[in-house]
């Protein structure tokens, strides 16, 4: 079945630098990506959809120069937080939809990135 | 370990009749339970949750889930389907084993027939 491999599991980094999370669906292509985060005992938060080749539409709220989104090509689709702070630390996770069309597609989820700033 | 099964891949339902999906789970610690649905070219969307009160959870759009321990299931409900539930539906389970972990069940698609 289709795989979608993130990257890293997990990752501590210091207040006031960067991380960047890949997400690579390995046997299927990718034409659209969603990366969503959540907190303990909360629901999952879309942050913002991306289409390969084009900008990703951010949800109200989410500062689209602090979580830069990148979607190259069909099978990579990268999440950078900016200038990361103790209050992004949470858990992102990126689910990717499947270039079927009618009701042939299909989502697939990364298996999450536990982000803590320190 | 941490599991979710989605018993059904596929479940098709006439308008106006009940729909159940299927959600089956394991976890060793106490879970924290979602329903989500997405549509085509959508984010996904909370139905409902279950973490530790009633048994017995209401959702939007007339959905509505039963957390039973002894039975480690968690099934969406909904007395009477609308063409507009047509989608995939997600059981999600999180729990906090001194680090936090979010499982995803394989999705069940709904179909509604007219």
């Known amino acids: 079945g289709a795989v979608v491999s993130q990257h890293p599991s997990r990752v501590i980094c210091k207040s006031g630098t960067s991380v960047k999370i890949e997400c690579r669906s390995l046997?299927?292509?990718?034409?659209?990506m969603f990366w969503y985060r959540q907190f303990p005992k909360q629901s999952l938060m879309l942050m913002a959809t991306?289409?390969?080749?084009?900008?990703?539409?951010?949800e109200q709220g989410v500062e689209k120069d602090k979580f830069l989104i990148n979607h190259a090509s069909l099978t990579l689709s990268t999440l950078t937080v900016t200038s990361a702070h103790p209050e992004d630390s949470s858990f992102y996770i990126c689910?990717?939809?499947?270039?079927?069309?009618?009701?042939?597609?299909?989502?697939?989820f990364g298996s999450g990135t536990r982000l803590t700033v320190v | 370990a941490q599991s979710v099964t989605q018993l059904d891949s596929h479940v098709s339902v006439s308008e106006g009749t009940p729909v159940l999906l299927r959600c089956n789970y394991s976890?060793?610690?106490?879970?924290?339970l979602f329903w989500y649905v997405q549509h085509p070219n959508k984010g996904l969307q909370l139905l409902l949750k279950?973490?530790?009160?009633?048994?017995l959870v209401k959702g939007i759009n007339g959905f509505e889930a039963e957390f039973k321990k002894s039975e480690t299931s968690f099934h969406l409900t909904k007395p009477s389907a609308h063409m507009s539930d047509a989608a995939e539906y997600f059981c999600?389970?999180?729990?906090?084993?001194?680090?936090?972990?979010?499982?995803f069940g394989a999705g069940t698609r709904l179909f509604v027939k007219a």
């Open positions: 046997d299927f292509q990718a034409t659209t």
């Open positions: 279950y973490t530790s009160a009633a048994t």
């Open positions: 976890s060793s610690y106490s879970p924290s």
């Open positions: 689910s990717a939809r499947d270039g079927g069309t009618g009701i042939n597609y299909g989502y697939t």
């Open positions: 991306s289409n390969e080749g084009s900008k990703a539409t951010y």
């Open positions: 999600v389970v999180s729990v906090d084993t001194g680090g936090f972990k979010t499982i």
